[in-house]
């Protein structure tokens, strides 16, 4: 069981650094093309699908690429241990203390995860016909996905964290690490 979860978590974390890296690139990718746009209205001929002079699309469409790269993205760097941590005060007291709120946090994280699925969700269902004027072939509900989305992915990260202990010691999540192959 231990050895299936924590190999699904890698596909999943995999999963989302790919989201996340994606959503990024395209996102510098759509801002490129609105100043394009902006400053050279005569557009090439394989862009003609998109409409010209000023267009009103890129940002709401980096924004979505932005709310997508913040939450996927949060999730794979809680897991590889990337994410902010202030440990100042922690690192002072007893070993077996530290063991309590380490276990103290995560709980901590695993009903703030709960909290943003559930209220995500309700966000997506509230705003899921409401059409994006720029973007008329998206909605704001479906934009919002990567919220509730990004916390279940993290929420599966803090229960394998639970359950098996932190996963940052093992090569996947150290990726870029000078650690790595040594």
Known sequence: MKNTYILAMDYVYRLCIWLSG??????????????????????????????????????????????TFSFVGAAAAYRAGGHIAITMLVDRIPAAAQKGIAIFVDLAMLATCVFIIKWGIVGCQDAWEDVIPSLPFLTSGITHLPVPLGSFFTLLFVVEKLLFGPQTHRELVQFGSPKVGH
């Open 22 to 67: 994606f959503s990024l690139l395209f996102m510098t990718f759509i801002y490129l093309i609105g100043i394009y746009a902006r400053f050279r209205p005569d557009l090439p001929a394989w862009l003609d699908f998109m409409p010209h002079a000023s267009t009103s699309w890129p940002e709401p469409l980096s924004q979505i690429c932005m709310i």
